[in-house]
Each structure stands twice: as structure tokens, then as C-alpha cells.
């Protein structure tokens, strides 16, 4: 037991210092790295600390928004309840809701100018809610001290700024995972090496698909997150031109390796393809092929998640005797596609005004206090605070031990900065390529057409934004 | 004096008076809470407009936009298709089961419940998932079909041609409202009618013809006009079970306006795209009316 | 001739109980599958039988959210469902007879608007109706999810009882007349009691529709403990991490109780001989 304990403890601290390599600059992280060999005790002191800031402010009712699901509510209800007693005056309406509601909501509320104090922020709207003006700049905090972001790593913060301002705190880290059947694996004796090739790749899915029947389960519905993968690996890093309006590239050329892989699936069968689809609920870990399945062809040896969603999926596939391995998704130049991201981020809305301190003072409370993320345990992903990673790392399941060593190990050695945050428009068009996979799946088209279809739309709807 | 109050009291009791009077609620209802959210979305509709930035007005570009969108003119066709199959389908099924249901046995109660459940449960998370389920190549809908010697499971859900009619058949399962009107309905027709037809020596078969379907066919006109409307405004279905898919095949009209209001942040759009769909509504509903005094009897009992 | 009527009967209950049977399948599978462990129900499927009967999927669905039970959520469910159907019923039944009975100017323009609050889609009305409620003062309050309701704003009900109204044969205000009656006092005592059927349909219908209505309560109520079910309910499922579908099921099936309990209480007043009304051919 201790020895594991040590082992995580150690894997923690080095995250510190590879998180810090997917920036595009380092030097403003080492610095940070120094403190991370210490331990649990001093982070601790962190937390006191904080309180000990908060203690002076006055009252104030924060409105605090979020998603998630019934675990989340419970653990950041008790966190905020935690801060209500080291703080007295201080009280929250927790507003939870689901996922589409809740982004219905929050733009009801930003045209009512009523937006709540604090805001979880996802990283596909970042860009239009700073781009209106709706969220507070945090940056003045910072240099004042009140938030303290010292043991956050640059890449993050990068990742919560637009123009060099810091708008959002990330609440957690999060990587693009492939998840698949380890035990199906073994039996086949087929190894999944880490940072596969779209080759490899394609050639895993062949003999399974060759000795089982069972089928590989490619992004669906989900351009939005494997469309720009393939693309960082084309030196597009970002496929929109917000200010040209415009797509961010010369030609459609980028975007056919995308819709290769689905031709390539569709072709020689390996894919499952969209009537299996049209029964499953997008995107739900539960019906995920990879564990919901009548037959092998509607069974699928992968499928691509996000590190967060690995504890869940082991958990439906624990009902099958399925174990589950974690590895990177497929392509051509895995480091230059790899990226960390932040899960979420926690922003203090314009519309805080006169609780715009008292606001950011608990972003800061969720984001350094070890007695907060002990109650949080990591479940928006793996802390953004290196020292808070470390100390409650020994309290976390061992799924989420391993994928935290997924990302430290694997994923931060190997990876580039995040793409910037998508401007107005940008679903549109992701929509718009979910369509076109669908005719590449039904061999109505092929990938260079596609492409060129995606790349003329995308202009289209670009120039009317 | 007392005069006085006499005509206020004789002019509070004209028909005019009293009816604007009763239809006072409604009046103040529409003025307070209804006109000015309309107004608002009518002007929304000339702007260019996504919900964080105010909107800054444009003209009749979005109404012009519409024209050349393909996916438009898809979403149109589509809602056309369900609401004309659909609606009809919903009524004669309701009015079939509410003229079994309408005799009175010791399993009234029960069987009502039965045919009424499946309109109780709405459009939630779980009808989505269970529809979904029954319509699956592995779904209970394949097993019955092959079960009368269907080679291959058909895969409803996955299929341009057939997806739509999974919603038309959610849509008809859910009869129970429509039902429930004609059961209040049939339950107004006087019994003496029947006695008297009974005398004249008509059999069941012909009282229905004579007596039930004419004084029916206000009630029919009614929800006619209702699910009409309803079946135009459908979102749910759609929205929670296939988003559109395949293929666009199932984009309803509301659907592809939600999309476009809340995720693509054209909201401006969005809204002409309503007041589209208010103009296509109201024209079939007046052509409804206009049809009205050929088949619907108005006349007292 | 006896004989002939009783098979004509055992037909007639087979028949319907079969296709009553086909009719609320989908609603037995959900029910059982609220009762199988969370993490089968999908890989289970196809089976309408739990393996083992559990009652977790309540215990967690019943925790609620964020410290608030699904009591709570229930019981402002309730609320709000009764607090709006009493005032939509009511108020639609005076309006309705106000259509009915009666010719005035601006009657038709009226009855149209009416008709025409129908047919806007109501998703493009939720940023306006937020700004004007905003304006109000509503916000955060249940005021917008039951004070419009008091005004007849749903033209479906209106449209529903002055259909049935206009059924009640116009004799019956004549009599009362000659009695003495006000225009008002004809809709007290004549139409009124008459009425009823139609406004226990509406009552159920009203009910049902407040009941699952989650747009008002999502963009008008800000604090969890204000929460209507409807809205608890959706969160259990969450794509962006998991979800908990047993207890979803299971808060779903409790959810459809209050709407079966009224349905069954009031449907009798449906079934009724028709004696009741009271009628004159």
C-alpha cells in the first residue's frame, strides 16, 4: 500500500513538470516545479492560507452554475459548503443543470445580463463568451495576489487566457483517450502500443475486425474533437480565421486524413457504421460500443473518450469482465496532434460586479485548497494545482491513478500546446462534417470530396458570421 | 342615483359587454405577457443576432438566407410529411379507441389508463432511450417482423426512408389526449338521440353514421385544428431521439430552428425562421376554417 | 342471442386488453428497468425481467442533488402543476364562455390572437419572455410559472371548453334568462356545472404539461431547492462524463405517479352515465 502510494506520489510530481512541456513556452513554469517535491503537509498550509485571505471579505450570495451529473453536484456542493464555514457570510445558490440546458440557460442569462457569479466554462465557448465581453479578466487577481495560480502550470493558464488575459481557471486536465477492450486484446495477443500511427492504427482494427468480427468504433457526431486531432498533425492548428472569416488554411488538402480513416473503415468493413449509430444515445459512455453491444457487429475493440470519462467506462465494463486499457488516439505525428485540456474551467462573470472579488476568491479556494479537491477528488479530471495533484492523489481510485499516469507518462512527454479556443461559427461547421461522415460511412462520397465539401461550407458559413 | 346604477348595471349585462368582460383574463394575459415577447422576437427576426452581443438590425437578410438554404427546405419538407401523416393517424386511432372505451365496463377505468400511459410520459430522456431500444436492429420491432419471416433485421433508425416513421409512430402512440377528448365529447351526446334513432330502427352501424360522427365533427374539427398545429410545432421527438438524423431525414422544422437559435448562435435566423413557420401555420389553419362549414355540424342536439 | 353478445364481449376484452398490452410496453420496460442494476440496463436490454430486483436505482434517485431530495423537487412539482392548472381551468373556462355565448366587437380579432399565440414555436420565445419577466421582476420566483397560467394565455383550453360550451344547447341560457339570469349568472349556474367534463380533461391535460415542462423552470428558477422534478430528472444523464440511467428510470417512473393518480381519480367523472348532464333532447 505504501509503496503504491509513494509510486503516485512520485508520478504526481513529475506531472508538474511535464504538464508544464505542452506550453508553448516553459519558462514561466520551472519555477514551479521546485515546490512540487514537497508534500501533501505544505499544500495544506496552502489551503489555510487562502482562508486565512478569505476571512476579510464581507458578505456576499454567490450564484455558482455548473453541469455534470449527480456525483459532481454532491462533491461541489460539499466543497462550497466547506468554504461557507471558513468563511461566514459568505452563501451560495448552487445552480446545477445538464449539459444542453445548461448552455441554453447561460445565454438567456448573459442577454438578460444576469449571468451567475461563477460560471463552469467549457473550453468550445471560452472564446465567444470573452469575445462578448461576458466574463471578468482575472489577471488583475492575480498580480494582486488574491488568486494564486503559482502552482498551476503555464500551459493551462495559457489555455484559460485569450489576448494575453486570463479569463478561466482550469478545473481539471483532461486528455484525448483511446479506450479499449484489454481483455479482448490479450486474448487476440495484439498489443496497442501507445501513440499509435494512423497505420497501426488501421492495422489493429483489419485483424480484429479479420479474427473476431468485431468492429472499431470511430468518433461520431464528434468532429468537433477528432477533425482538428488530424489536423495539428497537418500543421493546422487552428481551422478557423476568426478575423479573415474564413477557413484557416489554403486548401481542403488538411482535412482529408480525417475523413480517410472513415473511407479507409467503411471500405474494408472494420467500422461500425451509422445504424448502429442511429441507435445509440451519442457519445454516452453506458452505450458505448466498446461495452453495449447484441453481436460482434455491433461490437467495437475502441472507442474515443477523454481520460475523464476512463473510471466510468471500466465501471460498465466491469459488468462484462471486460478490462479496460487507456492509450493515445491514432495519427500521423501523435506529438504534434497530442494535447492536454483543461476538462473546464471555472470563470467569475461580468455580471458579478460587487462580487466579483468575493467570486474570484473562491475559484481560488477550489483551485488551491487541499481540503476542498480532498472533498472534489479530482472528479472534473486531475487537479490543475500541481501541489493539490499531489496530495489528494493517494485518496483517488485506481483507475484514476492510472490515468493519471496516462497523462504524466504518456500524453505530456509527447504532446503540443492546445489548439486556440473555436470562435462563432465553428459548430456550424463541425456540424456540417458530422454530416459528411455519415455520406463517407454510407460510401456516398469519398474523402477528398468531402474535404473539399467541408472546406468550401466552412468558408460559406465563416463569411456570414 | 339608483337610476344610474341600474343602466350600469343593464349595460354590464349586454352581450357585448359581458363578452368582452369574460374574455377579459385572456385580454390581459396577451397583453401583459404575450405581445411584448412577440414583438421582440419579430424584431430579432430583421437582426443579426446571437444571443451574446446584442443584436444589431440587418434587414431582410436572414428571411433572404432562408431561400438558398437546402437544409430549409429539407426541415420543411420533413415537418410537411410528418404533420400530414402523423395528425390524421393520431385522430382515427383516438376516436376508434374512444368509441371502445366510451361502454362502460367493470375495466373501463383500467383499459383508459392502458391507452392513456403512453401520452403521461411525455418527451423525457427515457422515452428516447426506450424507443430507440424497440426500433434497434436487436429491438422487439425486428424480432416480431421476423417472427413472421422477415430475413434480415431491418435497421428502422438507420434508414433515410424509414426513420421518419419511428416518430410518426411515437407520435400516434401517444393518442392518449386527443382520446380523451372525444371520450368527454361522446359523453355530451344526449341519450335520447340514440333512444329516438333506436325507435326510427336504425342499427348500431347506422346511429354511429347518424347520430355519433355529425356530432362529432365539431369535436373532430377541434382537435384536427390543435394537433394540426401541434403536429407542425413538433420538437421533442425529433430533438431527443434522432437529432435530424439520418441524413437530415427527420430534421423537423423546429429542430433545425433550435439548432440554429441556440448552438450555431444565428438567433436571428432563428427567429424569422419562426415567424416563417407562424405564417405557414396560420394559412393551413384558415384553410382549415375555410373548410369548416362544409363537413362540421353546428347546429344545438 | 345471449350467448352471441358474451362471446361479442370476451372478443371485445381480449382484443383490448392485447392492444393495451402492446400500447404500454414501452413503459413496462422502463419500469423494469429501474429495478435492474444501473450498470446492466443496457447490456440487459432485451430482457424485460430484471436478473435480480434492486431498489437502489430509488435509494440514489431519491438523494437528489446537491443536498436537496427528490421530496423537494416533488413537492415544488406539485406546486407549481396545481397552483397553474387551478388558474389555466378557471380562467379558460370564463374566457371560453365568453367566446361562446357571446357576439362583441373585436371578438374574432381576439379569438384569433388567440390562435395565433399558438402557433408561434415556443423555443423562439424564451429569450424574449426572459427579458420582459426580467423586466417584472420574476426571476428566480415561480411567478412566471403559474401567474400568466391565472390569464388564459393557452388557447388550446380556451378553444377546448368553448367548443364544448357551444355543444350545451342554447335553450338552457334562454331558460335561465327567463328566470332572471345575468349573462354572468348564467355562466355560474347553467354553464359552469355543465362544463365539468370538459374542464376535468383540461384539469388532466394542464396537470400532465405543468408537470413535465422544464424550459420555464430552467430559465426562471435559480436555486436547486426550487427545482421541479422535470428538471432534476435530466441530470442524471451527463455525456460529458457518465451517467447514472437506473436512477434516472427510477425518479422517471415516480414521476408519472401524481399524473396517474389524478387520471384515475377523475376519469370516473368520464365514464359516468350520461344521465348525469342532465340534457334535454
Known sequence: ?465 | MGKKKQTLHHILNTESAAGVICTLPFTIGFLLFMIVPMGISLYYSFCDYNILTPPVFSGLKNFQKMIHEEVFWTSVKVTFKFAFISVPLRLVFALIVALLLFRSTKMTGIYRAMYYLPSMIGGSVAVAILWKRLFALDGVVNKIFMAFGMKEPISWLGNTKTAIWTLIILAVWQFGSSMLIFLSALKQIPVSLYEAAEIDGANKWQQFWKVTLPLLTSTIFFNLVMQMINGFLAFTQSQIITQGKPADSTLFYTVYMYQQSFQFGNTGYGAALAWVMLAIIALITWLLFATKKLWVYEGGF | ?281
Open chain 3, 1 to 281: 342471442m345471449h350467448k352471441k353478445r358474451k362471446i361479442g364481449n370476451i372478443i371485445y376484452h381480449v382484443l383490448v386488453l392485447a392492444f393495451g398490452l402492446v400500447m404500454i410496453y414501452p413503459l413496462v420496460w422502463m419500469v423494469m428497468s429501474s429495478f435492474k442494476e444501473t450498470t446492466t440496463i443496457f447490456t440487459t436490454a432485451t430482457k424485460l425481467i430484471p436478473d435480480k430486483f434492486v431498489l437502489s436505482n430509488y435509494s440514489t434517485g431519491w438523494k437528489g442533488f446537491a443536498k436537496t431530495s427528490f421530496a423537494v423537487f416533488f413537492k415544488n412539482s406539485l406546486f407549481i402543476s396545481i397552483a397553474a392548472t387551478i388558474g389555466t381551468v378557471l380562467s379558460s373556462a370564463i374566457v371560453a364562455y365568453g367566446f361562446s355565448r357571446c357576439r362583441f366587437k373585436g371578438r374574432g380579432l381576439l379569438f384569433a390572437a388567440m390562435l395565433a399565440t399558438m402557433m408561434l414555436p415556443a423555443q423562439v420565445l424564451m429569450i424574449p419572455q426572459y427579458l420582459w419577466y426580467q423586466k417584472l421582476g420574476w426571476v428566480n420566483t415561480y411567478f412566471p410559472l403559474i401567474v400568466p397560467y391565472w390569464f388564459a394565455i393557452q388557447g388550446f383550453f380556451v378553444y377546448l371548453m368553448k367548443n364544448f360550451i357551444d355543444g350545451i344547447p342554447r335553450e338552457l341560457d334562454e331558460a335561465a334568462k327567463i328566470d332572471g339570469c345575468s349573462y354572468y349568472t348564467i355562466f355560474t349556474r347553467v354553464i359552469f356545472p355543465l362544463v365539468k367534463p370538459a374542464m376535468i380533461t383540461g384539469l388532466i391535460f394542464s396537470f400532465m404539461w405543468r408537470w413535465d415542462d422544464y424550459l420555464g423552470p430552467l430559465l426562471y428558477v435559480n436555486s436547486t431547492n426550487m427545482y421541479p422534478s422535470s428538471l432534476a430528472l435530466k441530470m442524471f444523464a451527463d455525456p460529458s462524463s457518465s451517467s447514472d440511467y437506473g436512477a434516472m428510470f427510477a425518479m422517471a417512473t415516480i414521476s408519472i405517479l401524481p399524473a396517474m393518480i389524478i387520471f384515475f381519480t377523475l376519469q370516473r367523472y368520464l365514464v359516468e352515465g350520461i344521465s348525469t348532464s342532465g340534457l334535454k333532447g
Open chain 1, 1 to 465: 500500500m505504501k509503496k503504491r502510494l509513494l509510486a503516485t506520489l512520485l508520478c504526481a510530481a513529475m506531472a508538474v513538470t511535464t504538464l508544464a512541456g505542452c506550453g508553448s513556452d516553459n519558462s514561466g513554469a520551472s519555477g514551479n516545479t521546485a515546490d512540487s517535491g514537497q508534500t501533501a503537509q505544505q499544500s495544506t498550509d496552502t489551503g489555510n492560507g487562502g482562508q486565512a485571505a478569505a476571512n476579510a471579505s464581507t458578505e456576499a450570495n454567490l450564484v455558482f452554475a455548473w453541469w455534470g451529473n449527480q456525483t459532481r453536484q454532491e462533491r461541489t456542493e460539499a466543497a462550497i459548503d466547506l468554504y461557507s464555514q471558513q468563511n461566514p457570510g459568505v452563501t451560495f445558490d448552487a445552480q446545477p443543470a445538464a449539459w444542453d440546458d445548461y448552455w441554453s440557460k447561460l445565454a438567456t442569462s448573459a442577454a438578460g445580463n444576469s449571468l451567475p457569479d461563477l460560471i463552469q466554462m467549457d473550453y468550445s465557448y471560452l472564446e465567444q463568451y470573452v469575445a462578448s465581453g461576458l466574463l471578468a479578466d482575472l489577471t488583475p487577481y492575480v498580480d494582486n495576489g488574491t488568486l494564486d495560480v503559482s502552482n498551476v502550470p503555464k500551459s493551462l493558464l495559457e489555455a484559460g487566457s485569450v489576448d494575453g488575459k486570463l479569463y478561466a481557471i482550469a478545473a481539471g486536465v483532461n486528455a484525448p483517450s483511446l479506450l479499449y477492450n484489454k481483455t479482448l486484446m490479450t486474448e487476440l495477443g495484439i498489443e496497442v502500443p501507445d501513440n499509435m500511427t494512423i497505420a497501426q492504427f488501421e492495422d489493429i482494427c483489419k485483424q480484429v475486425y479479420e479474427k473476431k468480427g468485431i468492429k472499431t468504433d470511430l468518433p461520431y457526431g464528434a468532429s468537433d474533437n477528432y477533425l482538428p486531432y488530424l489536423a495539428r498533425a497537418n500543421d493546422v492548428t487552428a481551422l478557423f480565421n476568426k478575423d479573415e472569416k474564413k477557413m484557416n488554411m489554403s486548401d481542403s488538402t488538411p482535412l482529408v486524413d480525417y475523413f480517410q480513416v472513415y473511407q479507409d473503415g467503411a471500405e474494408q468493413g472494420w467500422v461500425i457504421g451509422t445504424d448502429i449509430h442511429a441507435e445509440l444515445q451519442n457519445n454516452s459512455v453506458e452505450q458505448s460500443p466498446l461495452v453495449f453491444y447484441s453481436s460482434e457487429a455491433s461490437q467495437a475493440w475502441c472507442a474515443f473518450f477523454w481520460s475523464n470519462q476512463m473510471e466510468a467506462m471500466q465501471k460498465v465494463a466491469d459488468e462484462k469482465g471486460i478490462e479496460i486499457g487507456i492509450t493515445t488516439w491514432p495519427s500521423k505525428d501523435p506529438k504534434k496532434s497530442n494535447f492536454l485540456k483543461p476538462s473546464q474551467f471555472f470563470s467569475v462573470s461580468r455580471d458579478a460586479g460587487a462580487n466579483e472579488e468575493a467570486a474570484v476568491k473562491v475559484v481560488d479556494f477550489l483551485t488551491n485548497s487541499v481540503d476542498a479537491n480532498n472533498i472534489l477528488l479530482g472528479e472534473r479530471g486531475v487537479p490543475a494545482s500541481s501541489v493539490v495533484a499531489d496530495a489528494i492523489s493517494p485518496l483517488v481510485s485506481e483507475t484514476t491513478q492510472e490515468v493519471t499516469r496516462f497523462i504524466n507518462d504518456v500524453v505530456s512527454p509527447n504532446c503540443s500546446a492546445i489548439s486556440p479556443a473555436i470562435p462563432d461559427g465553428a459548430n456550424e461547421v463541425y456540424d456540417e462534417s458530422n454530416k459528411l461522415v455519415d455520406k463517407v460511412l454510407n460510401k456516398e462520397i469519398d474523402a477528398k470530396t468531402a474535404a473539399q465539401n467541408l472546406f468550401d461550407k466552412g468558408n460559406e458559413i465563416m463569411a456570414s458570421k
